[in-house]
């Protein structure tokens, strides 16, 4: 970020563009630490005031849960304080399925200046720069997995079987059913920079998926956010309802928001190390050995709900057990190993995560896991093969595969004790992460699956 000065100058040349383009209001957003997207609008004549003065919140909002109650931690919580938003300039972009608005994601600041130790953004921007000094340069991208029905007309639930497309999993009949909405969404996102790699349909009922091309890891956490937003009004305009919830329905498939990452040193990919197990340079093993042991604690960034355990389940895709595997999509860790001779096709997938999470979150804490493996110099295990659920007890103790928790208590277990995610995000916003969980825990305690999937399902 330039002098708040020189951001006025630039803010004042972009508030001209969005009046030429017809924009009068801009939506600046942060991620909270339930995953939910928080915003604070202006009109477009006052970006240049809010790029060099920014606008008021109150930090208590790193403390908020999913249903917009208020807990508290050692740092942060009550009426007091307060902070200041400051857009991303360069990533002011005019929606264009919602006319007449702008967005810009926000870095927060206190009063004088300095960066709040709780800012999720500036965080992953922190992981970023901490990887660039050790000669590393990460790509990163996410699949969003959504829901549509038909919106209801009254308050009832029953919208939840009016999905409006009938034709099977996978099946090129639900998208000449949504072709219209379809080309909307892939129209709208191009419209806005955000290159579109594929979309389809996906298992469940009613579900689509979307890649989107990966790049720099706060860009990357930046599109994610972007990409829902811009599916949520898509939908709107075509008479329908969105939902990026991990259990839609308790005991269908759910949601995922699968993030892929790739690692380059001096421009050559770490994945295509000719003569080396599996492709991977040294740093690219010790770094998704990082990641994959860290898993356990990571779950408690990556699946942040107690609805996320509901998508959690064995033989289901969704990467359950702490393993990795070339090409298996029921590890947790996948090496997509890509084309012979694409010198940028391999890259990984961690399959657990779902959009219930702060993505600036899930790309810093992933970056810190892997410079760790770096540090200690860890190893991977053997990679697995086939499905770890249909294994029995013995034979998946006799390889080592163990269970990720299957709970949000247990995550956030593992999260407290976790002494490399708790440097990696400070204090503050550690226990504010911590605090968001153990109230998420403790208000969902008694509910049945039936009841967590209800209560959350329009929440994301």
């Known amino acids: 970020m330039g002098s708040r000065a020189e951001e006025r100058e630039s803010a004042r040349q972009l508030a001209a563009r969005l009046d030429a383009e017809g924009v009068g209001n801009v939506a600046l957003t942060w991620v909270d630490n339930a995953g939910i997207n928080r915003v604070k609008s202006i009109p477009a004549a006052r970006l240049a005031d809010v790029a060099e003065r920014g606008v008021g919140m109150s930090p208590v909002f790193d403390v908020f849960t999913s249903d917009d109650a208020v807990t508290a931690s050692d740092h942060l919580g009550g009426p007091d304080g307060d902070l200041r938003l400051f857009p991303d300039l360069d990533r002011l972009t005019t929606l264009a399925a919602q006319p007449g608005w702008a967005w810009a994601p926000v870095d927060r600041y206190d009063q004088l200046g300095q960066p709040h130790p709780a800012c999720q953004r500036l965080f992953a921007r922190r992981m970023v720069d901490r990887a660039a000094a050790a000669g590393l340069d990460l790509r990163m991208g996410f699949e969003t997995e959504w829901v549509v029905t038909r919106a209801p007309e009254g308050p009832a639930d029953a919208e939840l079987l009016d999905y409006p497309c009938t034709g099977p999993a996978y099946g090129m009949t639900r998208v000449v059913e949504l072709s219209d909405y379809l080309r909307d969404v892939t129209e709208a996102l191009t419209v806005q920079g955000v290159q579109v790699l594929q979309l389809h349909p996906e298992y469940a009922p009613g579900q689509f998926e979307v890649s989107t091309v990966p790049g720099d890891p706060v860009r990357a956490a930046d599109d994610v956010v972007l990409v829902r937003e811009t599916i949520r009004a898509v939908s709107a305009r075509h008479g329908l309802r969105t939902t990026f919830a991990p259990s839609v329905v308790a005991g269908e498939v759910g949601n995922g928001c699968h993030l892929h990452l790739s690692l380059y040193r001096e421009g050559t990919s770490l994945h295509r190390a000719a003569g080396a197990d599996w492709g991977l340079a040294p740093d690219a093993v010790a770094f998704l050995a990082g990641i994959l042991d860290a898993l356990p604690a990571l779950l408690a960034i990556g699946c942040p709900s107690p609805a996320s355990y509901l998508r959690l389940q064995p033989s289901h895709w969704a990467g359950v057990y702490q393993c990795w595997g070339v090409e298996n999509r029921e590890a947790a860790l996948r090496l997509v190993t890509g084309a012979p001779d694409d010198p940028d096709g391999g890259h990984a997938e961690i399959k657990p995560f779902d959009a219930t999470a702060n993505p600036y979150l899930v790309v810093g804490a992933v970056i810190a896991a892997g410079l760790h493996g770096i540090d200690t110099a860890t190893h991977l295990p053997a990679p697995q093969t086939g499905d770890p659920g249909v294994l029995g007890v ?46 998420e825990e403790a208000h969902f305690a008694e509910r049945e699956p039936e009841e967590i999937a209800a209560a959350t399902r329009w929440r994301w």
């Not at 269970?403 to 550690?430: I, Q």
């Open 394 to 439: 013995r034979e998946r103790a006799r390889r080592g595969i163990v269970r990720l928790p299957a709970t949000l208590t247990e995550a956030a277990d593992r999260f407290e004790k976790s002494t490399l995610l708790r440097e990696a995000l400070g204090e503050v916003l550690h226990g504010a992460v911590l605090a968001v969980r153990r109230a």
